[in-house]
């Protein structure tokens, strides 16, 4: 049955990134906060599609912690459920992401649409000036920048090392650090074609302000949050070990 339901669901949602493929693209002079919450429209469906050919839903806590303006959210990442659902998590956003998800075919030229900071990893210096730069420029233009610290997905229990631009963004810019933790993973696996039936948790952190603050100070107190979290989350009482070195992302 889970086979069953896990091809209904792909089958819908990779026609339905066809059909809307054209409406992201024509959207593309409008200014980018009203475009955003119209490409956002996808991520809805895609939403209510899971649950309904997966019996897979979410549920939110801790959202009274998200300050009215905009700054920085240092996330966990485990699948390719919150880069589609945080989009109706959350007020309209931008990702930092490798530039080669750009190329994919309808799903990578939509996200293109959404005016991402696209990174070259392969230049570290280049990439995090970029982060810096047009960082700053999104959270002028009101939307939030999300950011997986740990660069990559990371199965449920694992660990990465968390890398400090996010943080460091938010110092230069001068705006609150949000962290956010959730167990995606365990549902929507990191390289699995199963959605598993269930509930998905994420919780949202109390902001950590950056005022004064060091970048890496900011950054391991988004880290140890998150990482207690899904500590909880999980149901271990140890928090997880780093495993990760080298993977890619999404």
Known sequence: MIWARSIFFFCGMAIS??????????????????RMRIIGLWAHFIGWWLALTCQLRFEVEGM???????????????????????????????WALKREALWLPFFGWGLAATSPIAINRATPVRALDRLLRQGREKIAQGRWVVIFPEGTRMAPGEQGAYHPGGAMLAVKAGVPVVPVAHDAGRYWGRRSFLKKPGVIRVCV??????????????????KDWIESTMASLLGSPEVPVDTSKGRDNN
Do not use: D, M, Y
């Open 17 to 34: 990134a066809v059909l809307f493929c054209p409406i992201a693209l024509i959207v593309w002079p409008v200014p980018v906060v009203t």
């Open 64 to 94: 009274e912690h998200l300050p009215s303006q905009p700054g920085v959210i240092l996330s966990k990442h485990q699948s390719a459920w919150e880069t589609i659902l945080f989009q109706v998590i959350f007020p309209p956003q931008t």
């Open 205 to 222: 952190g109390p902001p950590i302000a950056t005022e004064g603050e060091k970048p890496r100070a900011v950054n391991q107190a988004a």
